[in-house]
């Protein structure tokens, strides 16, 4: 019965305490900045997203695609993954180096997205001050195979623990670089147009009301959050006072959030599915 099931995951996981934390907002944007130094993954996203004209509509639709994974129903968490998959093998994109045409849905790069997203949701945790040990960090890795292989992964090709993921990542860095798209992708990504509902009205000019500073004080924030290698590669110093004044804020942010009431915090997805866990523990919901 759907009633009963607890999805791929369940409130024992590691995943489920992991994203329980808002903080994860800013993981996300983290996950884009360096996504957008793969030039073969940022031509796929380039050459077929509507980012640029939508780009609310897609947050919204990532964070609903993630919440599903992580607190639907494996029948829920199983049908996105379907999608997803649908959607991609109809995508192609060319290389701008060499010309060559590709399918967008290569291991390679359904890999790089999948690494750079779950290691920015730990990474940034982590950082923001949830307490995890070393254990639970690879047991992440290790749920988080199940994530991967909702979009077409073979699950065992994926990092599963801290030093697979280290791993992983210096034998890709060779290939990453600082494009002419990643540029662009990296400058909206840090000032994209806000939702008409927080923008000033026209006549004051440069939207640089509070919504805008906001923002961007998250956007520098991801930004300094990136590994030493990835902020050297967008033009910065990966200096470790760098990567301190970043955890500062974040921890910062991350005990503001938590002062926000829990039913602001928790979309329906979540509040569903913790309501499922409690029928089945016997545990209230919370």
Do not use: C
Not at 121 to 144: I, M, N, P
Not at 179 to 202: D, I, N
């Amino acid at each position: 019965m759907e009633s009963d099931d607890l999805g791929l995951f369940g409130p024992g996981s590691v995943t489920w305490k992991l994203h329980e934390e808002p903080i994860l907002i800013v993981a996300g944007l983290r996950s884009l900045y360096l996504q957008a130094l793969h030039p073969r993954a940022m031509a796929g996203v380039a050459q077929n997203s509507n980012y640029r004209t939508d780009a609310w509509g897609r947050l919204v639709r990532t964070a609903t695609y993630v919440g599903t994974t992580v607190y639907g129903t494996t029948a829920e968490a199983e049908a996105a993954g379907s999608r997803l998959r649908r959607l991609h093998a109809r995508m192609t994109a060319v290389d701008p180096a060499t010309g060559e045409r590709f399918r967008v849905d290569e291991p390679d790069l359904l890999r790089w997205v999948h690494v750079t997203e779950v290691e920015s949701f730990l990474d940034t945790a982590r950082r923001a001050g949830l307490s995890l040990t070393d254990d639970e960090v690879d047991r992440y890795y290790g749920e988080q195979r199940r994530a991967a292989a909702l979009v077409g992964l073979d699950p065992d090709s994926v990092p599963g623990t801290a030093a697979e993921v280290a791993t992983y990542y210096g034998s890709v860095r060779p290939e990453l670089r600082m494009t002419r798209e990643a540029a662009e992708t990296a400058l909206f990504l840090t000032a994209p147009p806000l939702p008409w509902k927080l923008s000033l009205p026209a006549r004051v000019g440069l939207n640089l009301g509070p919504p805008r500073w906001a923002y961007l004080g998250i956007a520098g924030t991801a930004l300094a959050l990136l590994p030493a290698w990835a902020r050297r590669l967008y033009g910065g110093l990966g200096l470790p006072t760098t990567a301190l004044s970043a955890d500062l804020t974040v921890r910062t942010l991350r005990l503001a959030l938590a002062a926000v009431p829990r039913r602001y915090r928790e979309g329906p997805m979540q509040q569903a599915a913790k309501e499922r866990a409690a029928r089945l523990t016997g545990t209230v919901a919370g």
